[in-house]
């Protein structure tokens, strides 16, 4: 019951007007050196510029977090596919916490 209402809500979610940036081509992933410079966290940037800190910065989001990246409008939005499916799909299969990995 509580899977059908989750899936219930994803749909009603991904009717809204909303893009959400993991479908988009611009969303790319990158190592990001941590620790003892043998270790790296996997973060998410866009390529066209959009995610910016107040002070003008660059903003990278966490891995894991990517899923719910969304925006009202964006005039470099490039849709890579079936939102519902792939939406699905990255929140099934994304680690649930930052995670660090070693080269």
Do not use: H
């Amino acid at each position: 019951m509580l899977n059908s209402i989750q899936k219930m809500s994803e749909i009603e979610a991904l009717k809204s007007d909303r893009i959400y940036c993991a479908n988009c081509a611009n969303c790319k992933l990158l190592r990001v050196t941590a620790g003892n410079g043998s270790q790296y966290n996997l973060r998410v940037r866009c390529n066209a510029g959009k995610w910016k800190k107040k002070l003008g910065e660059e903003k990278f989001y966490k891995y894991f977090t990517v899923a719910r990246r969304s925006l009202e409008n964006c005039d470099t939005y490039e849709p890579m596919g079936d939102i519902a499916k792939y939406l699905r799909y990255l929140k099934k299969d994304l680690p649930i916490k930052d995670e660090i990995y070693t080269y």
